[in-house]
């Protein structure tokens, strides 16, 4: 069963390649959907795959890259994604 996940990372997570690192980490865990930085300096994510993928994903989410120094890792588990996502990409900012 695939589900859609909202991630925010908080902490030192923008400037330090954080977005580019998920995106190979999201595709080594076969993780649709995409990230981008905030203005607020959070990290955004919407994840999409199986429960399994995405506590793998919120695992390394939680760590980040080296650099990445996050305190806080929000996960709302009821975000609805209006359709199926292809692959996981880069998204500008916000």
């Known amino acids: 069963m695939t589900t859609t996940w909202q991630i925010i990372?908080?902490?030192v997570v923008q400037g330090v390649g954080y977005r580019a690192s998920c995106v190979v980490a999201a595709h080594r865990l076969g993780v649709n959907g995409w990230v981008r930085?905030?203005?607020?300096?959070?990290?955004?994510?919407?994840?999409?795959?199986?429960?399994?993928?995405?506590?793998a994903f919120c695992e390394?989410?939680?760590q980040g890259p080296p650099g990445a120094q996050v305190t806080s890792c929000e996960v709302d588990k009821a975000w609805i994604a209006e359709t199926p996502l292809k692959g996981f990409e880069q998204r500008a900012s916000v």
């Open 9 to 11: 990372v908080h902490g």
């Open 37 to 55: 930085n905030r203005r607020d300096g959070t990290v955004e994510a919407i994840a999409q795959g199986s429960a399994d993928q995405l506590l």
């Open 60 to 62: 390394w989410m939680r």
